[in-house]
């Protein structure tokens, strides 16, 4: 009998802690910072290169692009909120990347964002300025992560940074 009260605290202490007044589990997922570039349907990406220049001096780094997917609803067993849900992952036609800096601070920066088509010619190259955020995957209760900047990249080639 005193292993099964033992059982869900091994689970919960294995699965991360309880912040101080909360009743919100924090696990060990991290964000590292960087920059996140989302490039919309239509637009011929191959790859990215992010350029991120502060007080003067510059760096590079490739943002490896991937088909961008979303979930899509497929049914459930029910309508209860125990009841077991299914989903799928569609691709959108855009695709989706990450260049991962880790001197990224929380100062803002000069960013160049260039993307090439599968011919290695230029489709989009944009500079704008931009402020990392802060992330936080298991939300705020949690504590922050690596701070990011999130490019989003239209049809037209239009860079914007989400917030």
């Known amino acids: 009998m005193r292993a099964f009260a ?3 605290l091994l689970l919960l202490a294995g699965c991360g802690a309880l912040p101080a007044g909360t009743d919100h589990v924090c696990t060990e997922i991290g964000a590292s910072p960087g920059i996140g570039v989302d490039v919309a349907p239509g637009l011929a990406a191959h790859s990215a290169e992010v350029e991120v220049c502060e007080d003067g001096e510059c760096r590079s780094s490739d943002a490896v692009l991937m088909p961008a997917t979303e979930p899509v609803e497929e049914e459930c067993d029910g309508t209860s909120p125990d009841d077991v ?3 799928r992952m569609r691709p959108t036609g855009g695709a989706a990347g990450f260049a991962q ?3 990224l601070g ?3 920066v000069e960013v160049t964002l260039t993307l090439t088509d599968d011919a290695g010619r230029k489709v989009v190259s944009r500079t704008l300025a931009a402020t990392p955020q802060w992330v936080y995957p ?3 209760d949690c504590g922050a992560a690596g701070p990011q900047i999130q490019l989003a990249v239209d049809a037209d080639g239009r860079v914007t940074v989400r917030h």
């Open 138 to 140: 298991n939300g705020p």
């Open 101 to 103: 800096l880790s001197d």
């Open 106 to 108: 929380e100062e803002t």
């Open 6 to 8: 033992v059982l869900p």
């Open 85 to 87: 849900c299914s989903a």
